[in-house]
């Protein structure tokens, strides 16, 4: 069978009917992984997702006899597991084979091999480790009903004999060991390329696809040289907070009706993965 996009699983696929296409996470931020218990076996979970009529579906759904992971929704589409839309947008859903009243289904196999997919996610998409972003489904909203929670259906999994500081611990253990190996790259520039008009006291933004190391991001590697020129201008370059956005203050206003290029070279991500060099020009207008 086909792997899934996480490379320990395996792919079934579910009925198109039972999930919405997206393209996460440039179409929703991705910010939680959910934790669910089947109530049923893990072909049963499976075999239901391809069902048209189910409604539902899930990312993964984790076997209980030997962590056997199988894939049905991709991660960029949204999955119906949280009777929650705002939390179906923005989370990764985990089924876990089993009965929320008998813990004899929480085998170890299968917290270590959800924890490792969990801590995957969490490195893919910047997910905080914490039991705010990484939740089980008793603890989303009911969307109608404030107070309640588990979903629209006020469902109680993963309930309580699912060890949470065990699975947590196991969840942050395995990302330390988890190596991000995407190069970044630039989502947006500000002004964008070929802009005309642009403002003489413009600052220079851009946008990355994931957090940046502040040490690779100075006034050496992120420049603005003035058409023809080949010295860089003078000016204060700065990282938000989250590592994602940098932004280039010129100490002077920029001449009127003349073309600038903005370079960023030897820019690296929090792993050390290198952006690749990058440039783009834009005109000033008279103000
Ligand atoms: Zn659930």
Redesign the pocket.
């Known amino acids: 069978m086909a792997s899934g996009e996480y490379l320990d699983s395996t792919w079934y696929g579910a009925s198109s009917s039972n999930y919405t296409q997206a393209d996460r996470p440039s179409s929703n931020t991705i910010d939680k992984v ?1 934790i ?2 089947t109530q049923g076996s893990w072909s049963g979970a499976i075999n239901w997702f391809l069902d048209p009529n189910a409604q539902v579906s899930v990312h993964y759904t984790v076997r209980s006899s030997d962590g056997f992971i199988g894939q049905s929704v991709q991660e960029k589409d949204i999955a119906w ?1 949280a009777g929650n839309w705002s939390y179906n947008q923005s989370s990764i859903g985990i ?1 876990h084979e089993g009965y929320v009243s008998d813990p004899k289904w929480f085998t170890e196999a299968m917290y270590v091999s959800s924890a490792k997919l969990s801590a995957y996610l969490a490195k893919t998409y910047n997910i905080p480790i914490d039991r705010s972003h990484i939740i089980g ?1 008793h603890e989303v909203p009911d969307p109608y009903d404030p107070g309640q929670y ?2 629209i259906n006020n ?1 109680t ?1 993963p309930g309580d004999y699912w060890d949470w500081d065990k699975y947590m611990s196991y969840v942050g253990d395995y990302a330390g060991t988890v190596e991000d190996t995407t190069a970044p790259t630039v989502s947006s520039r500000r002004p964008s390329s070929g802009q005309t008009g642009v403002r003489r006291t413009t600052n220079v933004m851009a946008t990355f696809s994931e957090a940046m190391d502040k040490a690779t991001l100075t006034t050496s590697t992120v420049t603005l040289v003035k058409g023809g020129a080949t010295t860089p201008l003078a000016t204060t370059v700065t990282l938000s907070s989250d590592g994602k956005n940098v932004t280039l203050d010129p100490s002077a206003s920029l001449a009127r009706r003349t073309t600038y290029t903005a370079k960023i070279e030897g820019a690296k991500d929090l792993a050390g993965n290198p952006l690749a060099t990058t440039t783009w020009s834009f005109k000033t207008g008279r103000k």
């Open positions: 959910i669910h218990v597991h089924e489904h588990g979903g469902h999994d």
